[in-house]
Each structure stands twice: as C-alpha cells, then as structure tokens.
C-alpha cells in the first residue's frame, strides 16, 4: 500500500465526513427530532378542510381529554370518598388543567347563567324562524289567522299553558316570567333528539373526565399523566380495595404507537442488517471483506441520518423504517466492487472503480433520481424517505470511492458461485419461462385499487377493548355518522351546517344533531333584531293574551325590556360563538371549535341511518376512513406521476448514454418487472394502493442498476455477473424484511419492491448468455 | 376517538340545566297543613312506637300498586291552578312510572336515575347529576317508604287517626333539599296512600290524590317494558 498524497486526501475527507456527521447527530435531541405522531405524516400546509381539520383537532385541547371510568370489581359503585380521593390525587398533580367528575362540563351552572342572559340573541331567532314556519303553514289552511305577531303571542301563551302540565315545569315554571316564550325550554329539544337512545348507565361506576395540560402526543401528555392516573387509583384504592381504573384518549394511542413504532424500527432495520449480512457470507468468505461492506452500510446510514435530519425536523420514525431497505441497496455498491472479476488479479481498488465508475454511476444515479423525485410529493413521509435512501446511496458511493482505495485489494475472499445456479442453456426453457412470466403478467388486469388510511395505522387490540367498555360508560350506542361543518369563521361553518341540514330535510332525512338549535346563523340572527325592531308592541301584546288567560300579567313586566334591548353590531353573533366555545369544556367541547386558523361545528346523524348523504362543500364525514382514503388517492395519483415522469427521465437518460436501443432496453426491463410484480399481485389479492406503487417506483430504480450491469454484460456476451446476483438477493432480503412489518403499509412496499427487484433479475438471466453458448 | 357520545353527553348536560341550575328556593312560610295531634317520629324504624311500626309494614307490604291521580299544580304566575290526570305505577323492584295523559308524557324514576318517554316512545334521561336536585329521589324515597333514607332528609311529624288514617309531614333538614321542597305532607289511610303534597314555597305547591288503587297486581311483561324502564 503506498501512502501517496490521494491516500490522504481521502482518508483526511472520509475522517472529517465522519466527524461531521458524528457531531450533528450526537448534538441532537432525538425525543424532539423524531416523530412518531401519524398526524406528522401528512402536510402541515395540507389545505383540504378535512385534513386540516383533523390536524387542528388531534393538536388542540379536544384531544387533551382522558375518558375515566371508576368501578368496583365487587359490582359497587365506588364511594364518593372512594372518587373524591381519585380527583384530588389527579389535580394535586399539576398535570391536568381540569378533573370533573361526571360527563358534562365543569361549569353547567355558568353556561346555564349565560346562555340565560343571552337568550334573546342565540335562542330566540331559532324560535322565530320555527314559528314563521308553523305560521306560513297554517296560513294555507286557514286563511282567517290573526297577523303574525297576534297568533305567535296567542301561541306563546298556549304553549306556556302545556308547559304548565309538562314534568319540567315544576323545575322551571319560575324563570317562565323572565322567558315567557320559552326560549330556554329549546335546549331540551337538543335532548329531546337523542330519540330511541338509552343514556342510562349501570349504577355502578363513576364516569370522569380530565383534560391534560400537556398535549396529547407529547412525550409529556403521556408518560408522567400515566404514573400520575396509576398513583391516583392506588390512593382511591386505600378506601376501596377493589377499585378498577379504565381510561382512554388519544395520549394512550398516542404512547402505544411511539413504543410499537420504536421496536419495529429497531427490529426491521436489526433484521435487514442480519439478513444482508448473511447474503453477503454467502458471497464473500473471511471477515475482512464483510468489514468492509460494513462499513459502507455504516457510512450511508450516517451519511442518510445526518442529511435527513439536517433537512427536517420532526423526522417521522416510519421514514427511517422504510429508509431501513437502505442497507441492502448501500451494500451492493460494496459488492459490484469486491466481487469485480473482469479487472486483473492484480488490480487496486481504484483501478477497479474506474473500470465499474460508468456503470456504478449510472445505477445509482438513476436510483438516487428515482428516489430524489420524491420530494416533490405532498406526503413528509414520502419526502423524508427520499432525502434518506438518496443521501444514503449518495454517502454509500462517496464512501466507496474515499474508503476502498484505502486498501489493498485482495481476491482470495471470492467465492465461485456463478457456476453453480443453473441458467436456462436450452431454447425451449427460455421460451417455457418467458410463456409463464406473460401468463403472470396478465394477473395486471385483476388488480384494482384500494386507498385506505388504515394501512398506516398501528392496531391496538388491548386499546380497542378498553375504549369500547369506557364509550359504554360515556353513552355511546348505535351506528352514527359524525360530520363536520367548517369555515373561517364560526358563523361561516354555522351557515355550512344550514346548508347541509337543508340538503338533508330535502332528501327526507332528519336533520342532523347538533349545536345549531342554540347557535343562530347570521341570516336568522339578522330577521330576528329587525323582527323585534319592526314588532316594537310585541311585549304588550303578549301580556294582553296573558291576561286573557288568568296569568298574573305583573310578574312578566321585564319582557319588555328584554325585546327592546336589541345587539346589532355585525361581530356581535362571532364573538357568542367565540364565548359559547370557551365556556365549552370536556366531551361537551367535541360539539364546537373556534379560533383563530378557523372553525367547526359538529353533527350527528340519528342512530342507525340507512341512507348515505353525501355531504355539500364545508361539510365532510368525521371518519377518516371515508375523507383521508379519498385524500390519500390523490397522492397516490400525485406519486404515479411522479413515477411515470421519472421513467421517461430515466429512460432518456439511458438512451443518450448508453445509446440506441441498449438503452431503451436497460429502461424497459425494470418496467416489465414491475408488469410482473402487478401480475402476481393481480392473481393473489389484486388490491394494491399508494405504497405497492411507491414499492414499485423503488424496485425500479434500484433495478436500473442491475439492469445497467447485466445489459453491459449481455453486450460483452459474458454470463451473468455474480455482483449482480448478490446485490440483486441482498436488495430482496432488506425489501422482504420489510414485508414482515406489523403496519399494512410498510409490508405492501416491501413486498412490491422485493417482487420488482426479482423480476427484473429473472428477466435479465433468461436474457443473458449461459456459459455454454458463449 | 369516539364521536358518538357527545349529544348523550350533550343531553346529560341539559337534563342538569333543567332540574337544576334554575330551580331556586322558596321563601315563603311552610304551607299550614291539618295534622292531627303531631307527633315528632323522627327516630330510626326500630325505635318507632308501636302503631308507626306496624303501619310501615304494612306500607312495606305493598310491593306493586296502580292507580290514577289527580295532581293540581298551584302556580304563583297563574291565578288558577293547572289540573293533570294521570296513572302511576310502582313496583318495589322496578320503581315509579308517573304517566301524564294531557301531555302524553311518562316519568320513570327508578335506580339509574329518571327517564322521560314522550307519546312517541322518545326516552332521554339517565343517571341524574347531583345538581339534579332531589325531587325524582325523594319521590321514590316516599313511595318505597324508605325510612331511614327520608330520616337523612327530613324532620317527620305524623299522626294517626282511630279510623286508620295516618298523615305525615315532612321537613327538610338541609338546604339541598330545602331547594326542592318547602315541606311534604302526606295522607293515607292503612296501606293506601291518597293524598301527596309538595309544598314548594309561596309560589308553587303540587296536590297529587289518587284513587282507583291496585294493590300488588301482577304486571305482565308488557305492562313492565310499557311503565317502566
């Protein structure tokens, strides 16, 4: 080995790569750096209203909530000593901001007061827009009705009198003076919707609720409220031993797939490097070679961490799962080397680099572009995985080129394994294999596709069962649909809830349960100041009608006053909105948002509704199912353009290098494996979705390169290069790894790439020489 | 997370505003009623005399009943009271059905709470919060004649006539129940109950009279899906 003035270059270059690399990564704080919040795998800007919704809503405070439940495992419910110490326990901890015991808000009273002091601006449009309605239909019947201000006082005053023999009246016949058109009584029209639906609760368990300071999906939100909720339940259980805790909320999702996600890229990337390694043994005999392919694995992983968390933080940790197959495509640069055999015996490395240069550039280069076109998704998961496989493979061939000639090249570490798989030496073989890979090929017409979010979730069977047993407690039953109504502003999504109530009355469904009894639109708001301008003498006619009919006329003499005192500044209704969300806390909170980046108001169809509505613009189904599905198609539409748009680059630039028609082969034999790839899919499950086609955007990329290797070699009319085989096998087993993942998604990648790389390889050693006919 | 939930949440919520957050003390003077000879009874079950003893197991006999009433409701906003008809079933297992038949409305109080069906079969109701106030609980109280439990809320005066009539007056002994009623009274004769009132103060009383009693009837499966929970 001479030390020439290269030798150090190089390793002075490789030494302060290293460094570099070393110091960021150990300079970061990976509990901030890394992400495994699903909700960091979709665009922060992302500008559908569905999606930016459910970001505003996993990231605000109606995701801060734990749903308790208290019981005793003797079939007690426990003791208010028993809850009372649970509560105190809880908030001694400084870690919610508010315990309440029961389902409701923490502040019934206060809410009652106040939407009672703003009666005549949130409740009473909705009544006179029931009641002109009431009107216009009897006017049809009876053409002799009083004027409209006549009939609705004679009308108050009756409905005052069925009030008087309803049960509730015994509890509200006092504020009936203060509210005799019984605005306040329309709140239980909200209860009276829950039609056909049992809210009782077993009378043995106490329901909680409690809102984290900390947000859910931070480290914060969950570890420390855990053994904060665990301390709580031992304290209650000093009072009462057979105490059970339950409880749920997005922080126990949200801890459980940080810990999933965390063992399945420790365990994925461990196996990848095991099964790589093991390839390469098979390969390459002694452990100084084996060293060396570690060490460009090692180098291209650093090199990937480094650039990808140089350019984005968070990094979501499923990018660095899939950024795992990484190690069987940085290592085949590290084999095209050690396993050349074209070059003399007595080569050096840097000879042989020069002899492979062309080819070992142009394969990782069109992998590097294939992956590099990533970043011009939408999706950061398919952004960041970009940015890691192409910085990696980028380091891996910087490496290859400042570490091998480091060395002194030595042979004896070869094993001769191209003689012993058999290659297809007779025609009629050829042809027998090329007659079954069409037949596979026509599985392409089986396959359809299938968008579905939930091939990136993470399942939580043991979560499931506890969120089902404290729903039950919580009061949910029956099949519902939930939607939201959005918009800037909450009065925009109050008049988007209208308009798809109107939608609903049209096509004979029931109108959707929702907040919207209390909260007016801006239009009903606005007919219902100028009705009570317009109707000055209202108040004096309602107390003639109420004198007519026995009622002591002198304790209603402020009704005046209330009608009169009118709020027409146009931001008046925003600002009750606004007020109205505030005083809103616990699961009552779900109903509304608002603030600043915009607003929502909730709805729900009745239990059980047969008929599907799609929803007008504004209003969109909570179930992510249905919304994000539809979203991701459009990514996945936005990925096979990118796709398509690659190959073309791709293939051109095959042909302005490797010339006519070699090159527009190299392209078209990674597209007929993906053909074949699409075939076998075809004849199994047949649905395939974003990820299978990621997975063949990927296997024909790094296809590309072997493709570039065995075309070269057919030209030369030399078999099939060993390098070839062993890279080709090393790729599969880091893919395949791949396809053992728990998420659905990660396994559909790994299993189309894997299928690509194989079909591109079999297609390639049917077309090569064997030996006998060279 | 689990949208389904939030308008039983949501009807909870209401059923507090409704039974609870506008219900206000009465102020005036605790309605004069007729008891005959008072007695102060307030001592636990056991300890009763002799005669009290034996009317309340007699009253503890009685484990299912039927019958209708009569309920006058006095209203200060009204000068004239407001009469409702109605049936009520009790069952000792089951609890109380109060069916109301000018508004077709029917009030299930029982164990897990209160429960309102509408003529359509519409039930909202449930576990009743604290705030909820004790007039559902009390009801129930009375009709299982549940000694000890109305001890803990009331102070109990009573007599009882040579003809077997028997009258009670019940006085509350804190203020969360005081926030309900002013006073009880209560009149019978042997195991049949025919006169409740709930004096609510100055402003408001309720006169229930029953009549048409059924002692003990056997209610079909039916009957009990129709009055009851």
Request: hydrophobic share 45%; net charge neutral.
């Amino acid at each position: 080995m001479k030390f020439t003035p290269s030798y150090w270059f190089r390793a002075t270059l490789l030494f302060v790569l290293l460094g570099i690399g070393s110091f960021w990564l150990s300079s970061l704080d990976y509990s901030k750096h890394l992400s495994s919040d699903v909700m960091d795998l979709l665009p922060v800007t992302e500008q559908s209203p569905e999606l930016s919704t459910a970001l505003r809503i996993m990231r605000d405070r109606e995701s801060r909530l734990l749903y308790i439940t208290l019981e005793s495992t003797d079939g007690r419910v426990p003791t208010d000593a028993t809850v009372s110490a649970f509560v105190d326990s809880l908030r001694a901890s400084k870690q919610f901001k508010q315990v309440t015991v029961g389902r409701g808000p923490s502040n019934p009273e206060k809410i009652a007061e106040w939407v009672f002091a703003q009666r005549m601006n949130l409740l009473f449009p909705q009544w006179l827009a029931d009641k002109k309605l009431q009107y216009a239909s009897l006017k049809v019947t009876m053409p002799d009705v009083p004027p409209l201000d006549a009939w609705l006082a004679a009308d108050a005053v009756r409905s005052i009198n069925q009030f008087l023999e309803t049960p509730e009246s015994l509890a509200l016949a006092e504020t009936l003076p203060k509210d005799p058109l019984l605005l306040t009584t329309s709140l239980l029209r909200l209860q009276d919707t829950l039609q056909g639906e049992s809210v009782a609760d077993a009378n043995t368990v106490a329901v909680l609720w409690a809102e984290t300071k900390a947000p859910a999906l931070s480290p914060e939100g969950q570890a420390p409220v855990f053994a904060v909720m665990d301390a709580a339940r031992l304290t209650a259980m000093k009072t009462d031993s057979a105490l059970v805790m339950n409880y749920i909320g997005v922080h126990r999702y949200g801890a459980e797939s940080r810990t999933k996600i965390t063992q399945e890229i420790t365990w994925l990337n461990l196996l990848s490097l095991i099964a790589v390694g093991a390839v390469a043994c098979v390969f390459v005999r002694r452990l100084t070679p084996l060293f060396h392919l570690v060490a460009i694995v090692a180098l291209s992983m650093l090199g990937a961490w480094t650039v990808t968390t140089l350019f984005f933080n968070p990094v979501h940790v499923l990018a660095l799962v899939l950024g795992s197959l990484l190690c069987g495509e940085a290592i085949d640069y590290g084999l095209h080397i050690l396993l050349h055999r074209e070059c003399p015996q007595d080569a050096s490395y840097a000879q042989i680099l020069r002899h492979i240069g062309l080819p070992l550039c142009m394969g990782a280069s069109t992998t590097i572009i294939g992956f590099l076109a990533l970043l011009f998704s939408g999706l950061p998961l398919l952004r960041q995985t970009g940015v890691f496989v192409a910085s990696g493979l980028i380091c891996a061939l910087a490496g290859c080129w400042l570490y091998f000639p480091l060395w002194k090249r030595k042979t004896d570490w070869q094993r001769t394994w191209s003689g012993v798989v058999p290659q297809p030496r007779r025609a009629w073989v050829k042809w027998f294999l090329w007659l079954f890979l069409a037949g596979l090929s026509l599985g392409i017409t089986n396959v359809h596709w299938l968008d579905d979010i939930r091939d990136l979730d993470i399942k939580h069977p043991e979560l499931y069962e506890i969120q089902e047993k404290v729903n039950q407690h919580f009061g949910a039953s029956g099949e519902r649909t939930a939607y939201f109504s959005v918009g800037k502003s909450p009065l925009e999504a109050r008049d988007n809830l209208e308009t798809f109530q109107a939608l609903r009355i049209k096509h004979g469904l029931l109108p959707l349960q929702s907040l919207d009894s209390v909260l007016p639109t801006a239009r009903a708001w606005a007919e219902a100041n100028a009705f009570r301008q317009e109707h000055a003498d209202f108040p004096a006619l309602l107390i003639r009608e109420l004198a007519a009919n026995d009622f002591d006329t002198a304790l209603f003499a402020n009704f005046e006053e209330q009608w009169k005192a009118t709020a027409t500044a146009p931001d008046t209704l925003n600002l009750l909105y606004r007020e109205m969300n505030t005083q809103l806390d616990g699961p009552l909170g779900n109903l509304m948002h608002c603030d600043a980046s915009g607003s929502w108001l909730l709805g729900m169809t009745p239990p059980d509704e047969l008929q599907t509505l799609t929803p007008p613009a504004g209003s969109f189904p909570v179930s992510q199912l249905q919304t994000l599905n539809v979203i991701f198609t459009r990514y996945r539409e936005s990925a096979a353009e990118i796709s398509l748009i690659s190959w073309a680059l791709i293939a051109l630039l095959m042909i302005v290098v490797f010339r006519w028609p070699t090159g527009l082969m190299m392209a078209a034999i990674p597209l007929g494996a993906i053909l074949l790839a699409g075939g076998v899919l075809g004849w199994t499950s047949g649905a395939i979705n974003l990820f299978h086609l990621l997975g063949f955007f990927l296997g024909f990329c790094i296809s590309m390169d072997y493709t570039i290797f065995g075309i070269l070699a057919r030209r030369d009319g030399r078999i099939m290069p060993v390098s070839i085989l062993s890279s080709a096998i090393t790729t599969v087993a880091a893919f395949g790894v791949l396809s053992l993942s728990s998420v659905a998604a990660v396994r559909a990648l790994g299993i189309s790439a894997s299928l690509v790389v194989t079909f591109a390889v079999l297609i390639l050693y049917i077309m090569l020489p064997s030996r006998r006919s060279r | 997370m689990s949208m389904n939930a939030f308008h039983k949440r949501a009807a909870v919520f209401l059923v507090a505003l409704a039974f609870g957050s506008f219900v206000k003390a009465p102020d005036s003077s605790l309605y004069a009623g007729e008891p005959c000879r008072p007695l102060e009874i307030s001592g636990k079950e056991e300890a009763l005399p002799q005669e009290w003893k034996v009317l309340l197991d007699r009253l503890h006999t009685v484990k299912t009943v039927s019958a209708t009433f009569h309920e006058t409701r006095f209203f200060s906003l009204r000068k004239h009271p407001v009469a409702i008809e109605g049936e009520i079933h009790f069952s000792r297992e089951r609890g109380l059905s109060l069916l109301y038949k000018s508004s077709q409305r029917q009030l299930v109080v029982d164990e897990e709470g209160l429960l309102m069906r509408s003529s359509a079969g519409k039930t909202s109701g449930g576990k009743l919060p604290p705030e909820a106030g004790r007039i559902p609980g009390t009801l129930l109280s009375l009709f299982h004649f549940d000694w000890d439990t109305l001890l803990t809320l009331f102070h109990i005066e009573g007599c009882q006539e040579p003809t077997g009539e028997w009258r009670l007056l019940l006085t509350p002994l804190d203020p969360e129940t005081l926030k309900a009623f002013r006073a009880i009274r209560i009149k019978g004769v042997g195991e049949k109950v025919g006169t409740i009132v709930l004096d609510q103060g100055p402003s408001q009383r309720v006169e229930i009279a029953m009549s048409e009693h059924q002692f003990n009837p056997e209610f079909t499966a039916a009957e009990l899906k129709q009055y009851f929970r």
